[in-house]
């Protein structure tokens, strides 16, 4: 059963609120943050958040959680698109991951489109906002 899970934003995440608002909302990654744990708390989960706009940082952040966590909901932003060694560091955790976007990542850009991490996350969530956040926790805790 997951009771500990960790949150990884990626790059450029640190601008909620102020980066695209028009995408991304006017929110900021501390109103997200704060409705993250409140979510994780109801649902019985404890939960760590963690925030890089670096490759490295989130590929070491993955390889510490595999003794400490189990789960994370991964938003990799633009790495989701071309970060082979963020899917080799899901892969090689053996803990299910969620990868999610703020955004329909379908009805953007093409590039957009491809996800190579989503073949080793369990599962995929984007386009609800904030929301994909709480529906990956959501889907973790039923686990």
Partial sequence: MIKKILV????????LGE???????????ENLNSSIIDRARDQGLECEIFQSNHE???IDKLHAA?????GVVINAGAYTHYS???????AAVKIPCIEVHIS???ARDEFRSKSVIAPVCKGSISGFGFGSYF???QALAEM
């Fill in 104 to 106: 329909n990542v379908f």
């Fill in 66 to 70: 595999r003794n400490s966590f189990d």
């Fill in 135 to 137: 529906l990956a926790i």
């Fill in 8 to 15: 990884i934003h990626g790059p450029n995440l640190n601008l």
């Fill in 56 to 58: 490295g940082a989130i």
């Fill in 84 to 90: 082979y060694a963020i899917r080799d560091a899901i």
């Fill in 19 to 29: 980066r695209e608002p028009g995408i991304y909302g006017s929110d900021s990654i």
